[in-house]
């Protein structure tokens, strides 16, 4: 017989996503726990069979009031942790004149361990709080202090996924890699110090900044890494329209932006591509083909006035659409924040008809914000 603290059994309301509804409210059901794996869902009519079966005691059963029910925890799918410590300033100026002028300061500093550590641990207890159990992180440039930011996950029992940022060009002379092959040999080193670390809930992902902060060089490379070492990648696609023309005078001879990436291997159906507001329809074909998903972070592409992305037409292109905060492009790392934006941005492209399909609704962006971000980064 198990041991009363192998197993937890939950009775009342459960809430969740699957393949055929975007929301899925079961009533009167039961759920059981061992360890940390679900290995039952059934009506609460079963439980005498389940007790019978599974061997728990009735101490162990834990009866929901009415006014309670169980859900997934979140999964944000895009936020960069360095940057909740500046959340909220300087709203007023566009994309690539807040990375010079606010954030690569601010993760400059995250050179000091002692503080990343502590700015670290107030994001991740920050986010668990609002109900997020797994996160894809992008942290900075420094290696030991993103290994820091997984022991904490790791510790805090937050699932995550970890990239230590990469970026060699067109960045400020005090936050940038000291060159190609210092950026490729931190590449590699961060990976394997983190696969020696055997982690139970934190994983490595290969993180290129963008294609903006990147040579072409170091885009391929990066995805050797990654093909290697059978990792995910994520990076920024398309969110800003000065970011986008600033790509193509970077990379005249490439079809478009997602082309970039496609052609040094870095859109994969292990990618993630972040925002996504101003997709050519080639390139919603590209990802779609790629087996690649796409973060939506409504809250950042509306408060730095980025644009509307149009996620109802990802989706019925047969995109994978997961929900991201971008904290702190996005000014909360809340998950329900995110699902409102998510509709109001929908709504709001209706209402100008920019788009003539049916609008999300919160039931949609539920399902975003769970099962689409584990789908996006194939961990459903």
């Avoid at 942790?81 to 993760?107: H, K």
Wanted: aromatic content about 8%; hydrophobic content about 40%.
């Amino acid at each position: 017989m198990p041991k009363k603290n192998d197993f937890k059994v939950f009775v009342g309301t459960i809430v969740h996503s699957d393949d055929v509804n975007s929301l899925d409210i079961l009533q009167n059901t039961a759920l059981g726990v061992k360890g940390e794996k679900i290995i039952f869902v059934a009506d609460e009519g079963d439980l005498d069979i389940l007790q019978e079966e599974y061997g728990f005691r009735n101490d162990v059963i834990q009866r929901l009031t009415p006014f309670q029910f169980l859900m997934p925890g979140f999964i944000d799918s895009h936020v960069h942790a360095p940057q909740y410590y500046n959340a909220g300033p300087n709203r007023s100026i566009p994309l690539l004149d807040w990375l010079t002028t606010i954030t690569f300061p601010t993760e400059a500093k995250f050179a000091d361990t002692k503080f990343a550590e502590v700015a670290y641990t107030k994001a991740i207890n920050r986010l668990m709080r609002l109900g997020t159990t797994t996160a894809s992180y992008f942290a900075t440039l420094h290696v030991d202090s993103t290994l820091i930011l997984a022991d904490i996950a790791e510790k805090l029992g937050q699932r995550a996924f970890i990239g230590k940022v990469s970026m060699d060009t067109n960045c400020p002379d005090f936050y940038t890699e000291y060159s190609l092959q210092h950026a490729i040999d931190d590449a590699e080193r961060f990976v394997h110090l983190m696969n020696v670390k055997d982690y139970t809930r934190v994983k490595p992902i290969i993180t290129p900044r963008f294609a903006v902060s990147c040579s072409g060089e170091l885009m391929k490379e990066l995805a050797l890494i990654a093909d290697r070492n059978n990792l995910r990648i994520q990076t920024h696609l398309s969110e800003n329209e000065g970011e986008c023309e600033f790509v193509r005078k970077l990379f005249p001879d490439h079809y478009n932006y997602a082309d970039v990436y496609d052609r040094a291997g870095l859109l994969t159906n292990k990618t993630v591509l972040a925002h996504g507001v101003h997709l050519e329809k080639a390139e919603v074909r590209a990802i779609c083909s790629r087996g690649a998903g796409i973060s939506h972070c409504p809250n950042s592409n509306i408060t730095l006035r980025s644009g509307l992305c149009n996620v109802r037409e990802l989706l019925e292109s047969d995109v994978d659409v997961g929900l991201g905060t971008d904290l702190s492009g996005g000014y909360s790392p809340s998950m329900l924040d995110s699902i409102r934006h998510a509709v109001q941005t929908s709504n709001i492209l209706h209402l100008d008809h920019s788009c003539d399909d049916k609008p999300l609704n919160f039931k949609d962006a539920f399902r975003m914000a769970t099962l689409g971000s584990a789908e996006g980064y194939k961990a459903a």
